[in-house]
């Protein structure tokens, strides 16, 4: 009996431990590796000793059925775990004075950004995960969930381990901290994240232990996204208003005229040298699931005023409509391959790439922008130049500056 419940547990473990190996991190990799040699050995050993003890047809069936049993459950338990790893923290509310908040005229300032951590992190994926199947935008069977940790990981792998996001959101946060240091109100300006910590909720709720009773927030982006409209869901369980709190959001940079004039000069600053009706111009902004678009058509409507108004700029610097192309670098249709393609089509010897509403950095924009492009196979004679995110452009600081003072 004791080899039939080690040949299930050893099958169990070595099941659990592909998952593990699948999903951890880089440093507790060989701790899941030496965790599935471990079971796979003991199976082994049940299963060799079972099989010499009574070599009979029937022994053999029933120890490969245990086998494979403790083997797919374990893989399958692991895998429906899988989603526990996204963080479902308790937010509490804000206690409450009774004598109510003393008036106080400092105000803290928040940075929200929506992007992926620096680097490979499972919580961070799963909850990502989450927030695609909560929204009923995507449906992922269990067995299949951890080869998408597995491809996050190798994204990860394929831009060195290092995403240069939050570098970046920490250049602007600083920056702008430097600008708005004049204004006597600002108390410190700080970071909060969609997906990873600190989250918003976070940030408000140090700024009220500071005794800071206002908080400005500036989303890296639209303010109406799908994940910022979730960051702000989740104030509600803070109790700001009964707190004594105000929480004031900034309006969308894509509103912006002056970055919108900012890429445009981008763009012909990389076109320069090149007859104007020889350039073609793809404008990428990330794409979004229709549930998403649907529930928040106002974050489509902000990024699509942009694109056009940056289309329209381009226009009266003497390109030709049919060649600046709107393309989206994921769930929408053209993608930046089929854009890519119809500007070669039309004759464009330079094509310029450039992404329009991507603030930071993302995987996306460093592997599969790229992808797309190479996916296109053009000529030789065709050259296409992929202009980097935003990041800490100084013309994003600059607009955030006004956003904020805006909202003061």
């Given amino acids: 009996m004791t080899d039939w419940i080690l040949l299930l547990v050893g099958a169990f473990i070595f099941g659990s431990a592909i998952v593990a190996a699948m999903v951890a991190r880089r440093y507790a990799q060989p701790v899941a590796v030496l965790m599935g040699i471990m079971g796979l050995v003991t199976a082994v050993i049940a299963f060799g ?165 206002r908080v400005v927030v500036a989303p890296l982006g639209s303010n109406e996204s799908f994940p910022v409209s979730r960051a702000k869901d989740s104030l509600t369980e803070l109790r700001t208003t009964e707190a004594g709190m105000t929480v004031t959001f900034t309006r969308s940079m894509w509103h912006s005229t002056t970055l919108a004039r900012r890429m445009t000069d981008r763009i012909m600053a990389v076109a320069k040298g090149v007859p104007v009706e020889a350039v073609g111009v793809v404008l990428v902004s990330e794409g979004q699931p229709p549930s998403w678009s649907a529930a928040h058509p106002d974050w489509t409507e902000q990024e699509n005023y942009f694109v056009q108004r940056v289309r329209l700029h381009l226009m009266d610097m003497g390109l030709d409509e049919h060649r600046v192309r709107v393309a989206w670098l994921d769930w929408q249709l053209p993608d930046v391959t089929e854009a890519v393609r119809h500007l070669a089509a039309l004759g464009c010897a330079r094509i310029i790439v ?40 100084d013309s994003i600081i600059t607009e955030l500056a006004e956003m904020i003072e805006s909202a003061l």
């Fill in 49 to 213: 000793d079972l099989t010499t003890a009574r070599p009979t047809a029937e022994t053999g069936t029933l120890a490969v059925f245990f086998l494979l049993t403790g083997l797919t459950g374990g893989y399958w338990i692991c895998s429906a775990a899988l989603p526990l790893l996204a963080r479902t923290r308790t937010v509490s509310r804000l206690p409450i004075h009774p004598e109510g908040r003393i008036p106080d005229d400092r105000v803290a300032v928040v940075v929200l950004a929506c992007t992926e951590p620096e680097r490979y992190d499972p919580r961070a994926v799963a909850s990502h995960q989450r927030l695609l199947v909560d929204s009923e935008a995507l449906r992922v069977p269990a067995t299949a969930a951890p080869f998408i940790f597995l491809s996050e990981k190798a994204r990860y792998r394929a831009v060195g381990g290092l995403l240069p996001a939050a570098a970046a959101t920490t250049e602007i946060t600083t920056r702008l901290g430097r600008l708005l240091h004049k204004n006597p109100h600002v108390d410190g300006v700080s970071t909060a994240w969609c997906t990873s910590t600190p989250t918003l909720t976070d940030a408000i709720t140090s700024a009220y232990a500071r005794g800071i009773s």
């Fill in 354 to 393: 450039a992404p329009a509403t991507i603030p930071l950095p993302t995987l996306a924009t460093a592997i599969d922008l790229g992808h797309g492009v190479r996916m296109a196979r053009l000529a030789e004679a065709v050259s296409v130049v992929t202009l980097a995110p935003w990041a800490d452009d």
